[in-house]
């Protein structure tokens, strides 16, 4: 947990009046955005329009805070790639540090979440906010995001198809922010960044997986353990971060400060 503290690159929460952006291209798993030009205004000429965006050789030397800056407000945009933007009231795209050495990944937004554009802001965010303290990890030195940029109505399960149209910004900001270790919090974030089909949770935890794509030249580490609202379910009885769920989650989180550790 080295790395200089950076500038937060948690955007407005809802993108500029000069959206909407056009609807960008089925993204169907494969095809993650790529910084480019901004939607031309119309009637502006060819050669004004080139000028606007930047060569994508350079962007690839963009600090990562410029990318997911770019990333959230030019390819994400006010984003209508799916039915969830007829029911958010705001996209949560991330929060943290973009140079972290730690990135989390939850499911979707919930209600808090989505009311402030934050992740992590309700109680599932005050558990693994408690989480984080125990630990001695400071929430400034950790990224967080969710496989869904918004919220599924009532909380319910992302479905297939949501997650094959959001995931590619989510990979892209894996590639933007490049951590040495992935936490994935739940299921969902789980089958996703090891690549394995359907598993259940506690079959995908106790182990270090893998992070790969064709589009980023290195693997990075994967932890999976629960997701701190299954914690707070099996734990009501219990008192905050004292439940075996807890205990579990500990046991994971430790594995990841070893990753950083370097063990
Ligand atoms: N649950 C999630 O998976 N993500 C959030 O941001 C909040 C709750």
Redo the contacts with the bound molecule.
Sequence with gaps: MSRPAAAPSERPARAPATEPQPRAPMATGGEPPRPRSPAPASGQPAAARSTEGPPRADAREWSAARKLDYLREKNLGNCQRCALARTRSNI?FGVGNPDAEIMFV?????Q??DRQG?????R??ERLNLWLDMLGIPRDHAY?A??LKCRPPN?RDPEPEEVARCSPFLRAQIRAIRPKVLVA??R??GCLLTGVAERPLYQMRGRVWSYQEEKLDARIPVVVTY???YVLRQGRDSPPGKSDADAQVLTDLRQVVGILRGA
Aim: proline share 12%.
């Design positions: 949560v939850g499911e979707a937004p919930g808090q979440e934050i992740p992590f802001v309700g599932a965010g967080i969710n496989v909380n919090l739940g969902f974030a997701h701190p609202s």
